[in-house]
């Protein structure tokens, strides 16, 4: 199958089944995601939102478990594929008292001007978006010139064992979550434009964490 340039993912309409998986999964996310925090990303949102300055984008912002993590002088918009999922986050946000733009959107089509935002966020959320490399190249877009692009990430590991687990419970995780094991977004920042600036590996290598700033126009 011939692809776009640069294009990652060749299956069909799986937007449109990520989207319904989380749909399905919103009511339950925040427990089941507390979980996995307490157990493998204890203070990695930390990392992320402290290091968010002015105005700031959240990728796949989901149930905006973010929101009270941000500077107060940060303003934050957020795009969300699931609208059952960013219902749960504006309800968060009111519940905060915290104001957010929170938007149902592709992250791989973002609808915003070229050079609109000052930093990018994006935590647990390019594993599964269908073409994870398209909405890298989105966040540089809409990025001042300078501005930074902030992940945390689980991602295939450098421990061959670790990896070979991964490597096994692939399909599975992909099939009934939409989630990719193997992925690194540094394998595809710098060909995007973004200069790698802070790499922090934990949990055996399966979880990262990535400051990279825009390069060029």
Not at 26 to 54: H, I, Q
Not at 58 to 83: C, F, H, I, W
Not at 180 to 193: F, I, K
């Amino acid at each position: 199958m011939l692809l776009p340039r640069g294009r990652s993912c060749p299956i069909p309409n799986e937007t449109d089944r990520i989207r319904r998986i989380f749909d399905k999964q919103a009511p339950k996310y925040d427990a089941t995601m507390s979980r996995f925090e307490r157990l493998l990303f204890t203070g990695n949102r930390e990392w992320v939102c402290s290091r968010a300055e002015g105005e700031v984008l959240e990728l796949a912002v989901g149930t905006a478990r973010n929101l009270p993590l941000y500077p107060d002088q940060v303003s934050v918009t957020g795009v969300e594929l699931s609208p059952e999922m960013a219902a749960l986050g504006r309800r968060r946000a009111e519940e905060l008292g915290r104001e957010i733009d929170l938007r149902v959107g592709d992250v791989e089509n973002l609808d915003f001007p070229d050079q609109s935002f000052d930093t990018v966020v994006c935590t647990y959320g390019l594993c599964t978006v269908p073409d994870d490399r398209a909405a890298i190249r989105e966040a540089k877009r809409v990025l001042r010139p300078g501005g930074r692009l902030l992940l945390a990430e689980h991602v295939r590991s450098p421990n061959p064992v670790v990896r070979t687990i991964q490597r096994l419970l692939e399909p599975l995780a992909h099939r009934f979550g939409g989630d990719h094991l193997l992925r690194d977004p540094l394998d595809h920042l710098a060909v995007e434009g973004f200069e790698v600036v802070e790499v922090q590996r934990l949990k055996a290598g399966y979880v990262e964490l990535v400051a990279a700033r825009k390069q060029g126009p």
